[in-house]
């Protein structure tokens, strides 16, 4: 087993026992306050258990199975054997100087979805980059000056990637803003470098990418940059992810979700189709290289 197939397993155990445990106290009519209560926990932390949001301990899960009633020992075991592979160690644990907590868990998320349909309008999707424009975009960023930490946040990047030729690899759609295109990140060789990257990456069967041209469309987000994530687990609730400056909002209500993909749904029908998006990949790459000629011929 791959260690991004590890990764994204703890990560499904940690919503299928957090869904679990919301589901059992639900039936038997506890409060999140009197759940917390049990084990000396707070409100928030018993809402974070059930979102798979935080590790879980053996006795915690213990106490709880017995407030909700679940006295079946097969029923039980089940459960609290949950606990130990939810707590396995993923490798993005081993950049936590670089991650910060909330953006971990979107990692884990990513690695465990069966498809992701995302937006964005500054930047080529981070599944999607290379180590250069990676690199040049965190750089640019401002708030990570030290090289060492740089290169770190890129082999991140680029370790997250594996997931798009991984065994269970999910289909991704990303929308992407004609603008992030048109941004010079790097300059004209890491923008060139990044466009014949993504015309490499729609010859996968799994990745579909469309452009939204410039003037056109992009009502429906005029909120920004978003994606939302679908696991194969019928039991998992599809989520949506907003990433802001320094934190991240994580979206699972049915209705907020709906809400999101019918935008997506909007986005991808007003985009260039893929075989129109690789042509416009194509004529930019072209400007580039038009501009990068230029810029050799003026030294």
């Given at each position: 087993?791959?260690?991004?197939?590890?990764?994204?397993?703890?990560?499904?155990?940690?919503?299928?026992?957090?869904?679990?445990?919301?589901?059992?106290?639900?039936?038997?009519?506890?409060?999140?306050?009197?759940?917390?209560?049990?084990?000396?926990?707070?409100?928030?932390?018993?809402?974070?258990?059930?979102?798979?949001?935080?590790?879980?301990?053996?006795?915690?899960?213990?106490?709880?199975?017995?407030?909700?009633?679940?006295?079946?020992?097969?029923?039980?075991?089940?459960?609290l054997g949950l606990?130990?592979?939810?707590?396995?160690?993923?490798?993005?644990?081993?950049?936590?100087?670089?991650?910060?907590?909330?953006?971990?868990?979107?990692?884990?998320?990513?690695?465990?979805?069966?498809?992701?349909?995302?937006?964005?309008?500054?930047?080529?999707?981070?599944?999607?980059?290379?180590?250069?424009?990676?690199?040049?975009?965190?750089?640019?960023?401002?708030?990570?000056?030290?090289?060492?930490?740089?290169?770190?946040?890129?082999?991140?990047?680029?370790?997250?990637?594996?997931?798009?030729?991984?065994?269970?690899?999910?289909?991704?759609?990303?929308?992407?803003?004609?603008?992030?295109?048109?941004?010079?990140?790097?300059?004209?060789?890491?923008?060139?470098?990044?466009?014949?990257?993504?015309?490499?990456?729609?010859?996968?069967?799994?990745?579909?990418?469309?452009?939204?041209?410039?003037?056109?469309?992009?009502?429906?987000?005029?909120?920004?940059?978003f994606s939302v994530?679908?696991?194969?687990?019928?039991?998992?609730?599809?989520?949506?992810?907003?990433?802001?400056?320094?934190?991240?909002?994580?979206?699972?209500?049915?209705?907020?979700?709906?809400?999101?993909?019918?935008?997506?749904?909007?986005?991808?029908?007003?985009?260039?189709?893929?075989?129109?998006?690789?042509?416009?990949?194509?004529?930019?790459?072209?400007?580039?290289s038009g501009v990068?000629?230029?810029?050799?011929?003026?030294?």
């Amino acid at each position: 087993m791959s260690t991004t197939q590890a990764g994204g397993g703890a990560t499904v155990r940690r919503l299928l026992l957090g869904s679990q445990l919301r589901r059992l106290r639900e039936a038997r009519g506890v409060s999140r306050e009197e759940a917390g209560y049990s084990i000396r926990a707070s409100e928030s932390k018993i809402s974070r258990m059930e979102l798979g949001r935080v590790g879980f301990k053996e006795r915690d899960v213990a106490d709880l199975l017995t407030l909700y009633g679940v006295e079946a020992e097969q029923e039980r075991s089940s459960l609290l054997g949950l606990v130990r592979d939810a707590n396995a160690t993923s490798w993005w644990h081993g950049y936590g100087d670089v991650l910060p907590g909330w953006f971990q868990n979107y990692v884990g998320l990513e690695e465990a979805a069966a498809e992701i349909r995302s937006y964005e309008v500054q930047f080529v999707h981070g599944l999607l980059q290379t180590a250069d424009y990676a690199r040049a975009v965190i750089a640019v960023g401002g708030h990570v000056t030290e090289p060492q930490e740089i290169e770190r946040r890129v082999e991140v990047r680029l370790k997250r990637q594996e997931v798009l030729t991984a065994e269970r690899a999910p289909r991704l759609l990303a929308v992407l803003d004609e603008a992030a295109l048109r941004r010079p990140w790097g300059g004209p060789e890491v923008m060139r470098a990044q466009i014949d990257r993504l015309l490499e990456l729609t010859e996968l069967p799994n990745v579909v990418l469309q452009v939204m041209p410039l003037g056109f469309g992009g009502l429906r987000a005029e909120g920004g940059a978003f994606s939302v994530l679908r696991f194969a687990e019928p039991e998992l609730a599809d989520v949506v992810y907003l990433e802001q400056f320094t934190s991240a909002l994580y979206l699972d209500k049915p209705v907020e979700v709906a809400e999101y993909s019918e935008a997506m749904d909007s986005l991808a029908a007003d985009s260039l189709s893929p075989e129109l998006t690789r042509e416009l990949l194509r004529s930019v790459r072209q400007e580039l290289s038009g501009v990068s000629t230029m810029s050799a011929d003026q030294i």
